[in-house]
């Protein structure tokens, strides 16, 4: 079984910053990819960024040039830096993963940005 824990969220003011971190955990055997996504109540999850294993990294079109995404293989962690917060990017958010080929989520992290 493997197990996502998400960390990192909390209340910043607009223009702040923040960093997640999502770290996987248990039978490991290969993690292809992570992502991460978000949601806000009365809304569908949605797609922010996703990394591969061997590194190739994609944005949601709202959070470019201003969140970046990174893993540390060795420690199957990825992490998650926002930059230049806006009250919009206020949400939880999902850590995703393939792992093993299966998909598994984590439990989420709050962010709230005050304007």
Wanted: hydrophobic letters at 35%; charged letters at 15%.
């Amino acid at each position: 079984q493997v197990r996502l824990v998400e960390s990192g969220g909390g209340l910043v003011q607009a223009g702040g910053s923040l960093r997640l971190s999502c770290a996987a955990s248990g039978s490991i055997i290969r993690i292809n990819s992570m992502a991460w996504y978000r949601q806000t109540p009365g809304k569908g999850r949605e797609w922010v960024a996703t990394i591969t294993y061997v590194g190739s990294t994609h944005y949601a079109d709202s959070v470019k040039d201003r969140f970046t995404i990174s893993s540390d293989n060795a420690k199957n962690t990825m992490y998650l830096q926002m930059n230049s917060l806006k009250p919009e990017d206020t949400a939880v958010y999902y850590c995703n993963a393939n792992v093993n080929s299966l998909g598994v989520w984590g439990q989420g992290t709050l962010v709230t940005v005050s304007s």
